[in-house]
């Protein structure tokens, strides 16, 4: 859910607003820490963002335990939408964003309500370390997502190296570190992957005007709202109260994962630029493994690491000397996109 800074749509986090509305100056947010040095807060913001997204995986993998999946993604939908409502009604970007119902309607449904239940689902098999891991594959189809959109990205030999090497990285998780009885969950996380990259497209594409802050709290709210009846019909409800480690794990998701992480972000699009920021994608699945084995003690296999550098070197090269974002002209008007 954030500006997207290529052609790829990278998508540094499963939940990225799109931030240069949610800034006082917008016109300095574009060109602001490219060209100085990182300060001190600037490397606060950068660690603790990294550790907010980083971490849904493992608090996700402590709720599924006792929690159906669409229980989890209600709660944790519903608890950040009641954080972050108020502060969009403040900011009067409630209102503009609901006129635009319809983009809005397809960008919630394939950003948070299709990708985040399916995450939940996978992870009742799947390592959350596996699942950040796979997640970290989403630059790569955003390659694909911009073909089939008609906005296909100027691929040079290293973007197409990127590519290769990050498929190889996928097939040494998925055929060499996953388990056959965990295949069926590795196609969730593969819509997962489509979905995320799917998303900051819409985004892009039909509402690249509309503030970042009434963004993300219409849509966890939407996404809460459709979860009502999915858990009442489904029987997804508790027939008891969870443990205090699930309750404290829903909290993490939404008040820190969710509601938090977008005020990070930002503080740290403030302070580094945006160019920068979009780096803080290659931090999160090394996140997600430390937290995996410390916490849950999962297993760390040499094809984890093998696959972790793989997946990471071709995100890498697959956006390469692809981001750049044109200062604009007006506060009304918005970034545009060169190669």
Same mark, same amino acid.
């Given at each position: 859910?954030?500006?997207?800074?290529?052609?790829?749509?990278?998508?540094?986090?499963?939940?990225?607003?799109?931030?240069?509305?949610?800034?006082?100056? /917008?016109?300095?947010?574009?060109?602001?820490?490219?060209?100085?040095?990182?300060?001190?807060?600037?490397?606060?913001?950068?660690?603790?963002?990294?550790?907010?997204?980083?971490?849904?995986?493992?608090?996700? %993998?402590?709720?599924?335990?006792?929690?159906?999946?669409?229980?989890?993604?209600?709660?944790?939908?519903?608890?950040?939408?009641?954080?972050?409502?108020?502060?969009?009604?403040?900011?009067?970007?409630?209102?503009?964003?609901?006129?635009?119902?319809?983009?809005?309607?397809?960008?919630?449904?394939?950003?948070?309500?299709?990708?985040?239940?399916?995450?939940?689902?996978?992870? /009742?098999?799947?390592?959350?370390?596996?699942?950040?891991?796979?997640?970290?594959?989403?630059?790569?189809?955003?390659?694909?997502?911009?073909?089939?959109?008609?906005?296909?990205? %100027?691929?040079?030999?290293?973007?197409?190296?990127?590519?290769?090497?990050?498929?190889?990285?996928?097939?040494?998780?998925?055929?060499?570190?996953?388990?056959?009885?965990?295949?069926?969950?590795?196609?969730?996380?593969?819509?997962?992957?489509?979905?995320?990259?799917?998303?900051?497209?819409?985004? &892009?594409?039909?509402?690249?005007?509309?503030?970042?802050?009434?963004?993300?709290?219409?849509?966890?709210?939407?996404?809460?709202?459709?979860?009502?009846?999915?858990?009442?019909?489904?029987? &997804?409800?508790?027939?008891?109260?969870?443990?205090?480690?699930?309750?404290?794990?829903?909290?993490?998701?939404?008040?820190?994962?969710?509601?938090?992480?977008?005020?990070?972000?930002?503080?740290?699009?403030?302070?580094?630029?945006?160019?920068?920021?979009?780096?803080?994608?290659?931090?999160?699945?090394?996140?997600?493994?430390?937290?995996?084995?410390?916490?849950?003690?999962?297993?760390?296999?040499?094809?984890?690491?093998?696959?972790?550098?793989?997946?990471?070197?071709?995100?890498?090269?697959?956006?390469?000397?692809?981001? $750049?974002?044109?200062?604009?002209?007006?506060? $009304?008007?918005?970034?545009?996109?060169?190669?």
């Amino acid at each position: 859910m954030v500006e997207r800074l290529s052609l790829s749509w990278q998508h540094p986090s499963p939940f990225l607003p799109h931030f240069d509305d949610c800034l006082p100056e /917008r016109r300095a947010v574009v060109g602001r820490g490219h060209n100085k040095t990182v300060t001190r807060r600037g490397l606060f913001l950068f660690a603790a963002l990294g550790i907010a997204w980083g971490i849904p995986y493992l608090f996700i %993998k402590v709720a599924v335990g006792e929690l159906e999946p669409a229980m989890v993604v209600f709660a944790r939908s519903g608890l950040a939408a009641v954080l972050l409502i108020p502060l969009a009604l403040f900011r009067r970007e409630v209102l503009v964003v609901v006129r635009r119902w319809k983009p809005m309607l397809a960008y919630t449904v394939i950003e948070i309500v299709i990708p985040w239940y399916f995450l939940s689902s996978a992870e /009742r098999t799947l390592p959350s370390s596996t699942a950040g891991l796979l997640l970290a594959a989403v630059p790569l189809a955003g390659v694909a997502v911009a073909f089939f959109l008609g906005r296909p990205a %100027k691929l040079s030999g290293i973007n197409w190296v990127g590519i290769g090497i990050g498929m190889l990285g996928v097939a040494a998780l998925v055929g060499l570190d996953v388990g056959g009885s965990d295949l069926p969950s590795v196609l969730e996380m593969a819509v997962v992957v489509v979905c995320y990259a799917l998303g900051p497209a819409i985004l &892009s594409k039909w509402m690249p005007d509309l503030p970042g802050v009434g963004v993300v709290a219409v849509s966890l709210a939407g996404a809460a709202l459709v979860y009502v009846p999915i858990v009442l019909l489904s029987g &997804s409800l508790p027939n008891q109260w969870p443990s205090a480690n699930v309750i404290v794990a829903i909290i993490v998701l939404a008040v820190v994962c969710s509601a938090l992480a977008f005020i990070l972000m930002i503080g740290l699009v403030a302070e580094i630029g945006p160019v920068k920021m979009s780096t803080i994608t290659y931090v999160n699945p090394a996140v997600a493994i430390v937290a995996g084995a410390v916490v849950l003690g999962e297993q760390v296999t040499v094809w984890t690491i093998v696959g972790f550098a793989l997946v990471l070197l071709g995100s890498w090269l697959v956006t390469r000397h692809r981001r $750049e974002v044109v200062a604009v002209a007006a506060p $009304e008007a918005t970034p545009a996109q060169v190669d």
